[in-house]
């Protein structure tokens, strides 16, 4: 079972699109981007498409590499005072000179659609409910297709970022898994592949989980998206993803291919998040 991210993200698209126009919402998303990093570039104009086609009026904010921390911080101030925006996403990661986790806790949590937060990542861990950071929460839904109850199955988060490894390990412990976080430091991730009935990958390596690894009958979600040169073209790429996607599936009873598999949710997610704080922030201003 190819689990297809692209299709199930299209139908939350389409969801949230009807949402939004049966409740009259006018949802915001202000996205910032520091500096050029490309492949930044390259995810901020995604996220800006995307939410113009469900109907989220989005504004992106271009600001030089070299802008100051105070000014970056200015800005998600006056973010944070505008009532149409409802979604605020600083695109990470920051340039070396500005402190990432300064600017992520100056943003309002109820604008927090990333999920970032120290609020936010406090009541994810508490089991309250909050912003869940759209990676992992794309990831939860992708799993859920193959295995609607995880309850009481062993999974295994590679990598342990904040904004992927640490809240999907806290999602799948929310959903009754028994959990291990694998990461560098791990002294045989094969070994720990072996026993998991779900495997999600978030590490950045390509093709670094091999076929072999994989339990019979698991579900494989590879968050990983890589570009690496295509052997018989000059100069040419293509995207992979952390999984031996041909020699997984094999053994997989679901897993997801890169492209078309988490990547679509994750922007899916987003706008989900954007849509829901609009709905909230509407109830708290008009009670409706
Ligand atoms: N950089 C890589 N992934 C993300 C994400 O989901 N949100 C933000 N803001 N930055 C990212």
């Known amino acids: 079972m190819i689990l297809d991210g692209a299709a199930t993200a299209k139908e939350l698209r389409q969801q949230l699109a009807e949402t939004i126009q049966k409740q009259g919402l006018a949802p915001g998303l202000a996205v910032v981007l520091v500096g050029d990093d490309p492949a930044s570039q390259v995810y901020v104009r995604n996220k800006a498409r995307a939410a113009e086609e469900v109907g989220i009026a989005s504004r992106t904010h271009r600001l030089p590499a070299a802008t100051s921390q105070e000014d970056l911080l200015a800005l998600v101030t006056s973010l944070n005072n505008d009532a149409a925006v409802h979604g605020i996403l600083v695109q990470l990661p920051l340039p070396r000179h500005i402190d990432e986790q300064a600017v992520v806790a100056a943003i309002d949590p109820s604008k927090d659609v990333d999920g970032f937060h120290p609020v936010n990542v406090g009541k994810l861990s508490l089991g309250l409910p909050g912003f869940v950071p759209c990676t992992p929460q794309g990831c939860m839904i992708l799993l859920k297709q193959a295995l609607p109850d995880p309850s009481g199955k062993r999974a295994l988060v590679l990598g342990r970022s904040n904004i992927v490894g640490k809240p999907m390990a806290a ?33 950045g390596k390509p093709a670094f989980v091999k076929g072999a690894w994989i339990k019979e009958g698991a579900v494989v979600i590879d968050v ?18 952390d999984v031996d996607f041909e020699k997984a599936a094999l053994r997989a009873r679901a897993i997801t291919p890169v492209p078309g598999g988490v990547g679509p949710m994750t ?10 704080s609009a709905k909230a922030h509407r109830v708290r201003r008009d009670g409706i």
Do not use: F, P, W
């Not at 922007?267 to 829901?276: M, S, W």
């Open 267 to 276: 922007i899916a997610c987003l706008l989900k998040n954007t849509v829901e």
């Open 224 to 241: 990983g998206i890589n570009r690496v040169a295509m052997t018989d073209a000059e100069g040419k790429t293509r995207l992979v993803g």
């Open 171 to 203: 999602l799948l412990l929310q959903a009754h898994c028994t959990v291990t976080v694998a990461h560098s430091r791990t002294q045989d991730v094969a070994e720990e592949c072996a026993r998991a009935d779900i495997l999600v990958s978030a590490i």
